[in-house]
């Protein structure tokens, strides 16, 4: 992390356009390190969830019958 005012594709003082593109070349590469952990997780809880849904709302449907009163089902 820098501590400078200046952005990343700034060029620091002494710093050569080769290794301005190696410096954002890595965080770049820290980014995609990143990506797929958080996918991951997200997928992970997604699926999680609709595992979980369908037996927690068991029993909760309601069904009109034919003179229109509500009675569970399931």
């Keep these: ?3 400078d005012a200046e ?5 620091r003082p ?5 290794e301005r593109h190696d410096r954002n070349g890595s965080g ?3 980014e995609l390190r990143v990506l797929p952990t958080g ?4 997928t992970g809880f997604l699926l999680a969830l609709w595992a979980v849904l369908p ?3 068991r029993g909760t449907r309601r ?3 034919a003179e229109g009163a509500s009675r569970a089902i399931g």
């Design 63 to 65: 069904h009109l019958d």
């Design 7 to 11: 952005g990343p594709s700034e060029l």
């Design 39 to 42: 996918t991951q997780s997200i």
């Design 28 to 30: 770049v590469l820290q």
């Design 14 to 18: 002494g710093e050569s356009t080769a």
């Design 1 to 3: 992390m820098t501590d």
């Design 55 to 57: 037996i927690a709302f």
